[in-house]
């Protein structure tokens, strides 16, 4: 049964994501969430969308991970980023947001559970998915470049005032 | 290539209970990088949830959306990492309630 892939992927998903919730060092926080990634493109696959499957693994897995490494490895917390998370965190914190988080997923599931429904066995392929979004969906691709540059700028500003500021300290 | 039918709602459990760990994460962690984190897991939720819909219908709308909610992530992330490194600059640790003192 090809659904039993479905399942462990979820569940990979689900542990992995908790672990990256509750670990202390940023590192393995990380590595965790990159497996809980990889593990939601398995399920994209699943589903029938192998563009947005490789989107995840190129994109998320690939990028926009290697970015937070990047800062995590530049910051270099490591032992100190530990103790003082060990200090923060105090077990008692987890429950409000968790009750509250728990109330809402019984809601969620209560809603979701009144009607059923299967996803199409069907694979919607790249060339569909390209079709559709240079016809109708033009304009937000043009939003979302012009979303990225406003991005790029910020984050140059930002980066460029951290390393002139580190530099003239280092002299 | 195998695409199979899975039960809508077990999909869109899937995404709540990731979008819900997300937001518990967001809520409870103080070190910004793990908000940053938490909220990646977040947007990945609403993507997977993006794609089941899609799926349901065999249209390639939901993996457009997808698509589209990427592209907010990765300009989140750039603006969200060089903040990160700026909090870090001025007071030396990550914790989000310094923040509070920001200006300029």
Redesign the interface.
């Known amino acids: 049964m090809e659904i039993v892939l479905f399942y462990i992927a979820g569940a990979v998903t689900i542990s992995a994501t908790c672990l990256v919730v509750t670990r202390l060092d940023a590192s393995h926080a990380l590595v965790y969430l990159i497996v809980s990634l990889l593990a939601v493109a398995v399920i994209f696959y699943l589903l029938g969308a192998p563009f947005a499957a490789a989107l995840e693994v190129v994109i998320y897995a690939g990028a926009i991970m290697v970015l937070f490494v990047f800062v995590v490895m530049m910051l270099n917390q490591g032992r100190r980023g530990v103790a003082q998370e060990r200090g923060i965190l105090q077990p008692r914190m987890w429950i409000g947001p968790g009750v509250l988080s728990g109330v809402l997923l019984l809601e969620m599931i209560y809603l979701i559970a009144s009607q059923t429904a299967t996803t199409a066995a069907v694979v919607v392929p790249p060339r569909q998915v390209g079709i559709a979004l240079f016809g109708p969906y033009l304009l937000a691709v043009e939003l979302a470049s012009i979303l990225l540059l406003a991005a790029l700028i910020g984050a140059f500003h930002f980066g460029r005032r951290y390393m002139r500021d580190r530099r003239e300290g280092a002299e | 290539?195998?695409?199979?039918?899975?039960?809508?709602?077990?999909?869109?459990?899937?995404a709540?209970?990731?979008f819900?760990?997300?937001?518990?994460?967001v809520?409870?962690?103080?070190?910004v990088?793990?908000q940053?984190?938490?909220l990646?897991?977040m947007m990945?939720a609403c993507?997977?949830a993006f794609?089941?819909g899609?799926?349901?219908?065999?249209?390639?709308?939901?993996?457009?959306m997808?698509?589209?909610v990427?592209?907010?992530?990765?300009?989140?992330?750039?603006?969200g990492?060089?903040?990160?490194?700026?909090l870090?600059?001025r007071f030396g640790?990550?914790?989000i309630d310094q923040a509070s003192e920001l200006n300029g």
């Not at chain 2, 819900?20 to 994460?25: E, F, K, N, R, V």
């Open positions: 290539m195998i695409a199979i039918s899975i039960p809508l709602e077990h999909v869109l459990v899937l709540a209970v990731l819900l760990l997300g937001a518990t994460g809520l409870v962690r103080r070190n990088i793990f940053l984190m938490s990646e897991i990945n993507g997977l794609i089941a899609g799926a349901r219908w065999g249209a390639p709308d939901g993996q457009i997808y698509m589209l990427l592209s907010l992530a990765a300009a989140e992330v750039a603006v990492l060089g903040l990160v490194l700026q870090e600059r640790h990550l914790d």
